[in-house]
């Protein structure tokens, strides 16, 4: 059974930089998609960044691009994200998640389609 662990997360000042880890444990992820998502305080889980399986596709929300990156390590089977030039607004709860297989750039990013998840990490952007 496929495990998630992510790392990495915590207080930061706005223009400040983290780096998300996301170790596997259980199987590899070489053929899993691997998404990172956050949640807000009273907000929905959405989607930051995703990357397939391949490694050759990736996806950001509007609101990140260009200021995270989404990377991935198979030999390490981890994934990361690094985070520049963090706002208050990236605030949240970060969860990765997996999912097996091929899937559209479309679909990439949708946090339905994940089956599984990490118990998250907290990163706060305060002054």
């Known amino acids: 059974q496929l495990q998630l662990v992510e790392s990495g997360g915590g207080l930061v000042q706005p223009g400040g930089s983290l780096r998300l880890s996301c170790a596997a444990s259980?199987?590899?992820?070489?053929?899993?998609?691997i998404g990172w998502f956050r949640q807000a305080p009273g907000k929905e889980r959405e989607g930051v960044s995703c990357i397939s399986s391949s490694g050759d596709s990736t996806s950001y929300a509007d609101s990140v691009k260009g200021r995270f990156t989404i990377s991935r390590d198979n030999v390490k089977n981890t994934v990361y994200l690094q985070m520049n030039s963090l706002k208050p607004e990236d605030t949240g709860v970060y969860y990765c998640?997996?999912?097996?297989?091929?899937?559209?750039?479309?679909?990439?990013?949708?946090?339905?389609?994940?089956?599984?998840w990490g118990q998250g990490t907290q990163v706060t952007v305060s002054s």
């Open positions: 259980g199987s590899t992820l070489d053929h899993y998609n």
């Open positions: 998640a997996a999912e097996f297989g091929v899937l559209t750039v479309q679909r990439m990013c949708v946090t339905q389609i994940y089956d599984y």
